[in-house]
C-alpha cells in the first residue's frame, strides 16, 4: 500500500508500468479500483497513476470540511506527480475525475501533456443551471448522512464496485468537491492545446450534449462515442474503451515519452 501525506491527509495511490505518465482520477464515489480493467492495456505503455481522492477509498477521511474542494483536489494531484517523478502527464478521469483534469490543466497547463474526459461535464457557464447542479450534490450529501454506505448499491459500476469506510468523506467530498463555484473550467476549453480526448457512453444520456461541447470547443479534439456503455463506459465496455485510449494516445505519439 502506497500513500502520500499531504498537509496531513493521507492519499492512496498505486503506480503500474513503465513509460509515459498517465494519472487516473476516479469518479465521485468511486475509487482507483474502476480502472482495473484499463492497468493492463494502459501499463504495456505507460507508468499509470491510480488513485482515491480524500474521502475516498483508502485514502483519509479529513474531518474538516474545507479539506475538501477543487483546489485540494488539483493539488493532490500535482503532488501525486510530484511523487511519481513526472513533470508532465496525460491526465484524464471519468466524470468528477474528468472535470478535476480539466480543472488541473486550468491551474497547470505546463504539466498536462494529453487530456482523457471520459463521461464528464465540463462545469456550466449559466448561474441558475450550477445552482441547480450544486442542490443535487447537497442533496447527495444529506442521502449519504442519512442513508450511509447502502445508495452505493443504486449506482452506476463505478460506485457498485467500490469500497470506502464511511459515508462521511463522500458526504463531505459532495459538499466541497461536487459543488462548482464558478465558469472557470468551462471558459478555458477554447485555450486548451494539447491533444484531447472525449469518450463517452452511447447511453450515458445527461452526458452526451456536454461531450459533444467539449469536442466542439476544445479546439482538435478527438470524441469517441462507446456503444452500449453507459456513465461508466470503460466498465461496460472496457475493450472498445481501451482499443479507443491507446489507439488515440498511439495516433498522438503520447506511447512515448517526450522529447
Do not use: C
Given at each position: 500500500?502506497?500513500?502520500?501525506?499531504?498537509?496531513?491527509?493521507?492519499?492512496?495511490?498505486?503506480?503500474?508500468?513503465?513509460?509515459?505518465?498517465?494519472?487516473?482520477?476516479?469518479?465521485?464515489?468511486?475509487?482507483?479500483?474502476?480502472?482495473?480493467?484499463?492497468?493492463?492495456?494502459?501499463?504495456?505503455?505507460?507508468?499509470?497513476?491510480i488513485?482515491?481522492?480524500?474521502?475516498?477509498?483508502?485514502?483519509?477521511?479529513?474531518?474538516?470540511?474545507?479539506?475538501?474542494?477543487?483546489?485540494?483536489?488539483?493539488?493532490?494531484?500535482?503532488?501525486?506527480?510530484?511523487?511519481?517523478g513526472?513533470d508532465?502527464?496525460?491526465?484524464?478521469?471519468?466524470?468528477?475525475?474528468?472535470?478535476?483534469?480539466?480543472?488541473?490543466?486550468l491551474?497547470?497547463?505546463?504539466?498536462?501533456?494529453?487530456?482523457?474526459?471520459?463521461?464528464?461535464?465540463p462545469?456550466?457557464?449559466?448561474?441558475?443551471?450550477?445552482?441547480?447542479?450544486?442542490?443535487?450534490?447537497?442533496?447527495?450529501?444529506?442521502?449519504?448522512?442519512?442513508?450511509?454506505?447502502g445508495?452505493?448499491?443504486?449506482?452506476?459500476?463505478?460506485?457498485r464496485?467500490?469500497?470506502?469506510?464511511?459515508?462521511?468523506g463522500?458526504?463531505?467530498?459532495?459538499r466541497?468537491?461536487?459543488?462548482q463555484?464558478?465558469?472557470?473550467?468551462?471558459?478555458?476549453?477554447?485555450?486548451?492545446?494539447?491533444?484531447?480526448?472525449?469518450?463517452?457512453?452511447?447511453?450515458?444520456?445527461?452526458?452526451i450534449?456536454?461531450?459533444?461541447?467539449?469536442?466542439?470547443?476544445?479546439?482538435?479534439?478527438?470524441?469517441?462515442?462507446?456503444?452500449?456503455?453507459?456513465?461508466?463506459?470503460?466498465?461496460?465496455?472496457?475493450?472498445a474503451?481501451?482499443?479507443?485510449?491507446?489507439?488515440?494516445?498511439?495516433?498522438?505519439?503520447?506511447?512515448?515519452?517526450?522529447?
Open positions: 500500500m502506497t500513500k502520500l501525506n499531504r498537509d496531513g491527509v493521507e492519499i492512496y495511490y498505486e503506480v503500474h508500468g513503465e513509460g509515459p505518465p498517465l494519472l487516473l482520477s476516479h469518479g465521485y464515489s468511486a475509487t482507483a479500483q474502476m480502472w482495473r480493467g484499463q492497468i493492463d492495456a494502459l501499463s504495456r505503455h505507460h507508468r499509470v497513476i488513485w482515491d481522492m480524500r474521502g475516498h477509498g483508502q485514502s483519509d477521511y479529513p474531518a474538516d470540511d474545507r479539506a475538501y474542494s477543487e483546489a485540494e483536489t488539483v493539488a493532490d494531484m500535482a503532488a501525486l506527480l510530484n511523487a511519481a513526472a508532465r502527464a496525460i491526465v484524464g478521469g471519468l466524470s468528477l475525475g474528468g472535470y478535476m483534469s480539466l480543472a488541473f490543466h491551474a497547470h497547463p505546463g504539466r498536462v501533456r494529453a487530456l482523457l474526459i471520459i463521461d464528464t461535464g462545469g456550466y457557464r449559466n448561474d441558475e443551471a450550477r445552482e441547480g447542479w450544486n442542490k443535487n450534490a447537497l442533496r447527495t450529501a444529506e442521502r449519504y448522512e442519512s442513508e450511509g454506505l445508495r452505493l448499491a443504486a449506482g452506476s459500476p463505478e460506485m464496485m467500490s469500497t470506502h469506510r464511511s459515508a462521511d463522500l458526504a463531505r467530498a459532495a466541497g468537491m461536487l459543488t463555484t464558478d465558469a472557470r473550467v468551462i471558459a478555458s476549453l477554447p485555450t486548451i492545446a494539447v491533444p484531447s480526448l472525449v469518450v463517452v457512453g452511447a447511453n450515458d444520456t445527461p452526458f450534449a456536454a461531450s459533444d461541447y467539449m469536442a466542439a470547443k476544445i479546439p482538435g479534439a478527438r470524441k469517441v462515442v462507446i456503444p452500449d456503455a453507459g456513465h461508466a463506459s470503460n466498465i461496460d465496455q472496457p475493450a474503451f481501451n482499443a479507443a485510449v491507446t489507439g488515440f494516445l498511439h495516433d498522438a505519439g503520447l506511447d512515448r515519452e517526450a522529447a
